[in-house]
């Protein structure tokens, strides 16, 4: 079975794939916000990257590790389960258009078929958005303060409210988060090219489901806010794709963390009905 996830994931190491997708990952990361100016004016992390604007005071919160911190922005999120799983809808495309699919059914059994594609796209979805975010930050490394070059009040501050006590901690928790959150968000992707195979439809799909689960959850927060129940606004928080970064392990955290795992069990099953 290792063998044959591991067969499926060269597939998707196809450099073209892998330079396409983490390249287009890192763009989305930059547009995310990265400070406010005055009168609310936002400047987006290339902006900041590109030229530093006059009005707005160099501080911590423009060191690379805040900013890093701010990189997975709104954008990201909406674009990022068909960027994540452009590289397995156009392999698993291609496969079926040559019927190479079939080819592969006959060397092994359905079941072992479907469950090393699923796999596969999952460890790949999650790994990407990691580098990804690694080069990201090695970027904002790179141009720049570093968040320890400023003063030691500062930095506490940060390390208090922000960074749970341990800058460490806070950032192996975060490539954690990324990496659940790729796997995640890979589920629209995997999904669609399971059940369609009109290209249209593969392209278009995953960012639409993307959407609109983003404008539910939105529509749902703001009926409950208006309410102020705090009980139905945690449940509302813990239905966000961005929840599983926050590795708060909560009950909350651990539902959704099985619900996700539960989807994939699910699609492994409707897969292997389908072939």
């Not at 068909?82 to 080819?103: D, G, P």
Request: hydrophobic share 50%; aromatic share 16%; glycine share 6%.
């Amino acid at each position: 079975m290792i063998q044959c996830i591991w067969i499926e994931l060269r597939k998707l190491l196809y450099v073209p794939y892998l330079v396409v997708t983490i390249f287009t990952s890192v763009f989305l990361m930059l547009l995310s916000t990265g400070a406010t100016g005055e009168n609310n004016e936002n400047f987006t992390i290339l902006s900041l990257l590109i030229h530093q604007p006059e009005n707005l005071e160099m501080s911590i919160d423009q060191s690379a590790l805040v900013l890093w911190s701010k990189g997975l922005g709104s954008w990201l999120f909406v674009f990022i389960p068909l960027v994540l799983t452009f590289a397995y809808i156009f392999n698993l495309s291609e496969e079926r258009r040559n019927c190479q699919a079939r080819f592969q059914l006959i060397r092994m059994s359905n079941r072992r078929y479907c469950q090393s594609k699923v796999i596969s796209g999952i460890l790949y979805g999650g790994c990407i958005f990691v580098i990804a975010y690694i080069l990201f930050g090695v970027l904002l490394m790179c141009s720049f303060p570093s968040f320890f070059s400023f003063p030691i009040e500062e930095q506490q501050e940060y390390i208090k409210y922000i960074y749970g006590g341990s800058v460490t901690n806070y950032i192996v928790k975060r490539f954690i988060g990324v990496f659940l959150n790729g796997v995640e968000v890979s589920i629209y992707g995997i999904a669609v090219s399971v059940f369609f195979e009109d290209k249209y439809l593969l392209i278009c799909l995953p960012f639409l489901i993307s959407y609109l689960r983003g404008q539910m959850i939105m529509k749902l927060y703001m009926d409950v806010v208006a309410v102020q129940n705090e009980k139905q606004l945690a449940i509302i928080e813990a239905l966000d794709s961005e929840y599983l970064l926050s590795i708060n392990l909560n009950i909350y955290w651990f539902v959704h963390l099985m619900v996700v795992l539960l989807l994939y069990g699910i699609l492994i099953l409707a897969f292997e009905q389908k072939n």
